[in-house]
C-alpha cells in the first residue's frame, strides 16, 4: 500500500490569496484596535495603580487579577455566547477586537504601573517645583520616563495580542486562521494552510517587535543625548578622548 503525498505551496496560495490577504486583513485591523486600546488602558489604569488613586485602583487590581487568571478563550466565548443570555448583544467583529483588547489591557496595566512606580520621586517633585501640576507633571515626566521603562514587557503584550488573534477561530470571525481552516477544509491541502498560517505570523511578529525596539532604542536617554550633541555640533564625549565628568 502506498501513499501519495502532494505539497504545493506556491499552487494553494496562487489558487487562495485574495481570501488569505481577506483574513490577513482583518486580523490586521482587530490588532491594532486592540493594540492601540491595550495601549489607552495601560496607561490609565496603571497610573491609577501607581499614583493608589482610591476606588479606581481597587477596580483595577480587581480588573487584571480576573482576567490574568482566566483563560482567554473563556472571555472570548463570555463575551460572545454569555452576554447575550443577558440581553446583551455584540457582532462577531466587535466581540474579536473587544476581547483581545480586554485582555491585552490587563497586562499593560501592570507594565505601566511598574514603570511609573520606578520612575524616582525627586523627578516628580522636580515637576511640582517648576509650577506643574499633578496631571502636568504626569504628563510631562512620569508618562515620558515611566512609558520607556515599561516598553521592553509591553513590546511582549503587544505581540502576544496579535497572536491571540488566531484564537477567534471559536466564534468564527474570518481572520486569518479561520479562513486558512475553511480553505483546508474545502481543499484537503491543511499542510499548505497551516505553512501558510506560521510563514505570515512569524512574518507580522517579526515585523511588530522590529519596529518597536527600533522605537525602544530612539526613546533611549543614550541615543537621546547623542542626538542632542550632534544638534548643537558638539562631538560625542567618546570622540574627545575622556570620560564624562
Same mark, same amino acid.
Given at each position: ?5 502532494t505539497?504545493?505551496?506556491g499552487?494553494?496560495?496562487a489558487?487562495?490569496?485574495s481570501?488569505l490577504l481577506?483574513g490577513?486583513y482583518r ?6 484596535i486592540a ?9 490609565v489604569?496603571?497610573a491609577?495603580?501607581?499614583h ?5 485602583s481597587q ?5 487584571v487579577e ?5 483563560p482567554?478563550?473563556?472571555? !472570548?466565548?463570555?463575551? =460572545?455566547? &454569555?452576554?447575550?443570555?443577558?440581553g446583551?448583544? %455584540?457582532d462577531?467583529f466587535?466581540? *474579536?477586537? $473587544?476581547s483581545?483588547?480586554?485582555w491585552?489591557g490587563?497586562?499593560n ?10 520612575v524616582p520621586y525627586?523627578f516628580?517633585?522636580?515637576g ?9 507633571t504626569?504628563?510631562n ?5 515611566g512609558g520607556?521603562?515599561?516598553?521592553p ?17 471559536v466564534?468564527?470571525?474570518e481572520?486569518?486562521?479561520t479562513?486558512?481552516?475553511?480553505i483546508?477544509?474545502?481543499?484537503l ?6 505553512t501558510v !498560517?506560521?510563514?505570515? =505570523?512569524? &512574518?507580522l511578529?517579526?515585523t511588530?517587535?522590529? %519596529?518597536?525596539?527600533?522605537?525602544? *532604542?530612539? $526613546? ?11 544638534r548643537?555640533?558638539?562631538p560625542p564625549?567618546e570622540?574627545?578622548?575622556?570620560p564624562?565628568?
Amino acid at each position: 500500500m502506498t501513499l501519495a503525498i502532494t505539497y504545493d505551496l506556491g499552487s494553494f496560495v496562487a489558487e487562495n490569496w485574495s481570501m488569505l490577504l481577506q483574513g490577513l486583513y482583518r486580523t490586521l485591523i482587530v490588532s491594532a484596535i486592540a493594540i492601540a486600546g491595550a495601549f489607552a488602558i495601560g496607561v490609565v489604569l496603571g497610573a491609577a495603580r501607581a499614583h493608589r488613586i482610591p476606588v479606581v485602583s481597587q477596580l483595577a487590581a480587581a480588573y487584571v487579577e480576573l482576567i490574568r487568571n482566566t483563560p482567554i478563550l473563556v472571555q !472570548i466565548f463570555f463575551l =460572545y455566547f &454569555a452576554l447575550p443570555q443577558i440581553g446583551i448583544r %455584540l457582532d462577531v467583529f466587535t466581540v *474579536a477586537w $473587544l476581547s483581545v483588547m480586554i485582555w491585552g489591557g490587563a497586562f499593560n496595566t501592570e507594565n505601566f504601573r511598574a514603570g511609573f512606580e520606578a520612575v524616582p520621586y525627586r523627578f516628580r517633585e522636580a515637576g511640582l517645583a517648576l509650577g506643574f501640576g499633578r496631571l502636568a507633571t504626569f504628563a510631562n515626566v512620569t508618562l515620558p520616563v515611566g512609558g520607556r521603562i515599561a516598553l521592553p514587557s509591553s513590546i511582549n503584550t503587544y505581540i502576544a495580542v496579535l497572536k491571540n488573534t488566531a484564537l477567534l477561530y471559536v466564534i468564527s470571525f474570518e481572520e486569518l486562521t479561520t479562513t486558512a481552516f475553511q480553505i483546508s477544509a474545502l481543499t484537503l491541502e491543511v499542510l499548505e494552510a497551516f505553512t501558510v !498560517i506560521g510563514i505570515v =505570523y512569524l &512574518a507580522l511578529v517579526w515585523t511588530l517587535s522590529l %519596529l518597536i525596539r527600533r522605537l525602544e *532604542a530612539r $526613546l533611549s536617554p543614550q541615543t537621546e543625548a547623542r542626538s542632542r550633541r550632534l544638534r548643537f555640533g558638539r562631538p560625542p564625549v567618546e570622540a574627545l578622548g575622556r570620560p564624562v565628568s
